[in-house]
């Protein structure tokens, strides 16, 4: 079996990995546990053992699967936009350090005309 690796965008951090690794553990077992307890999903499993084809979870398990999604979603969001700012706040810190450095220049210039 070949082995396939899949890099993660530069944003996606090792916190956000595990964070997604645990609620998809969570949820794994949660759905396992569910699906012996509910009728729907025990006759679409049993379905799905016999012919190969099934309808999929019930609405309970969909929901859950679809938190995960939004879960995965917003934390992504939020992580490039913390990313893109630390970037924009590299490039821009130069110029402000020339900024910095021009205003001192101006004071010192204001301050000799006045005295």
Do not use: K
């Not at 025990?42 to 969909?62: F, Q, W």
């Amino acid at each position: 079996m070949r082995r396939v690796t899949v890099e993660s965008p530069a944003f996606w951090t090792l916190a956000d990995q595990a964070e997604l690794e645990l609620l998809v553990h969570e949820l794994v077992d949660v759905a396992f546990v569910h699906r012996e307890r509910c009728p729907t999903c025990s006759a679409r499993h049993r379905e799905y053992l016999e012919t190969g084809c099934s309808e999929g979870p019930c609405v309970a398990i969909s929901e859950a699967i679809e938190s995960v999604i939004a879960w995965r979603d917003r934390r992504a969001l939020l992580s490039r936009t913390i990313h893109l700012r630390a970037h924009q706040d590299l490039d821009e810190a130069p110029l402000r350090a020339a900024a910095r450095t021009e205003l001192r220049e101006l004071e010192r210039e204001r301050e000799e005309l006045v005295a």
